[in-house]
């Protein structure tokens, strides 16, 4: 799944301060929005070539760099690349090679166009690959991919799928200067938020909440049936947003093909059905004095605190896939302590109303009892006399 973002204005831009030995210089420059890279290039209209810098920082000698062009769009399969590691000499070794799935081999092999001029630097952890371009006029404005990963005893390994190796994709013009994030990475970032926003609302504050409801305001006679509306209303409400988000997620699933979080998917494929489950106990709801009430309190109860432990289990898995800002994670760890809390003092509390309640019961029928007892004797003793 490939995230993108929006460039950086030009006015902000690193790359502008970014220098080269043998001072080569390049005509256009551009800071990459993920894996802190950056491209510069210079087209020459006339040789009709390309001549290009791809600068990768923060990186090591144990890790590999790569940058490329799609036609295909901004996605792995199809990206004609660029590719630099320290080989076992302890040098920097560029090579091209071609994505042609989701497990590429990573060999060197030649492209579609002609590269010249490659070679590699590693310097001041930042890796940079130089090469010349000839590409037809139809690629000066394309999909670019750049990407990064370990090296393993001189081999190239797989790099992450998650966080900003899953966001490294965009646009580039040749001609017009433009690079960056382009409008299908804003969308699916959207996406992938409204997907992250819709299900932590739903199954992962809405359902604890609902549930906490249903737990506690029913101790209070004066809450009967307030108590269960509002429980339909917070589960109801969960369910309706929650599916929303799941389909969300679906759809981001399969314009991503090949890539895929299994335990994440796995855990939100069982949630909709569990939902879906507590939908149709609703309507099966067998009266309070019913024989199988108690079965299907069991297995309401059941799934009901199924659903809120997965929901909590999957939400920090896709805060893992996301990698968003770390107050996002912070404030729903927040939440998750004061809806603890909560549930902790209302059970608590609870507890002291139906002990107290019992105590208070007890104490009215044996009133009661010493009450009638008292005038039985009377009667008896008049009778007597």
């Known amino acids: 799944m490939l995230v993108l973002f929006l460039a950086s204005s030009s006015s902000a831009q690193t790359c502008l301060s970014q220098t080269f030995s043998n001072n080569r210089q390049y005509a256009n420059c551009s800071d990459l929005p993920a894996l802190n890279s950056f491209i510069h290039w210079t087209y020459d209209e006339s040789a009709g070539t390309i001549e290009i810098a791809y600068r990768h920082s923060g990186t090591t000698s144990s890790r590999w760099s790569a940058w490329g062009i799609n036609p295909r769009g901004p996605t792995m399969v199809g990206t004609q690349a660029l590719v630099a590691f320290v080989n076992s000499s302890g040098v920097a070794q560029a090579f091209t090679t071609s994505i042609d799935s989701f497990g590429p081999s990573m060999q060197p092999a030649d492209l579609s166009f002609p590269v010249s001029s490659l070679s590699a630097t590693l310097g001041n952890n930042e890796m940079t690959i130089f090469a010349v371009l000839r590409i037809s006029q139809n690629l000066m404005s394309t999909s670019q991919v750049w990407q990064e990963g370990p090296v393993s005893n001189g081999q190239i390994q797989p790099h992450s799928t998650s966080g900003a190796n899953v966001q490294s994709a965009g646009r580039i013009n040749f001609i017009t200067g433009q690079s960056g994030g382009g409008s299908s990475a804003g969308s699916r970032t959207r996406r992938r938020n409204v997907h992250g926003v819709l299900n932590t609302v739903s199954w992962g504050i809405l359902m604890p909440l609902g549930a906490i ?53 796995t855990i939100g494929i069982i949630l909709f059905c569990f939902g879906t489950l507590q939908v149709f106990a609703l309507l099966l709801r067998p009266n309070k004095d019913h024989k199988y009430r108690l079965y299907w309190n069991i297995y309401h109860h059941s799934i009901g605190y199924s659903v809120i432990i997965l929901s909590i289990v999957n939400i920090f898995e896709g805060f893992d896939i996301l990698k968003p800002a770390d107050k996002w994670k912070r404030t729903y760890i ?48 008049g009778q007597r006399v």
Not at 231 to 250: F, K, L
Not at 339 to 357: K, N, P, Q
């Open 213 to 265: 409801t249903a737990r506690y305001m029913k101790v209070f006679k004066s809450a009967d049936p307030a108590w269960f509306y509002l429980h339909i209303a917070c589960q109801s409400s969960a369910y309706v947003v929650g599916v929303a988000g799941w389909a969300t997620g679906i759809k981001l699933g399969s314009d991503s093909p090949g890539v895929t979080y299994n335990p994440h998917r």
């Open 334 to 381: 927040g939440i998750l302590i004061f809806l603890g809390v909560l549930a902790t003092f209302l059970e608590a509390f609870t507890w002291y109303v139906v002990i107290r309640r019992k105590k208070t019961s007890k104490h009215i029928i044996h009133t009661m009892n010493g009450a009638n007892g008292h005038g039985y004797a009377a009667t008896a003793l």
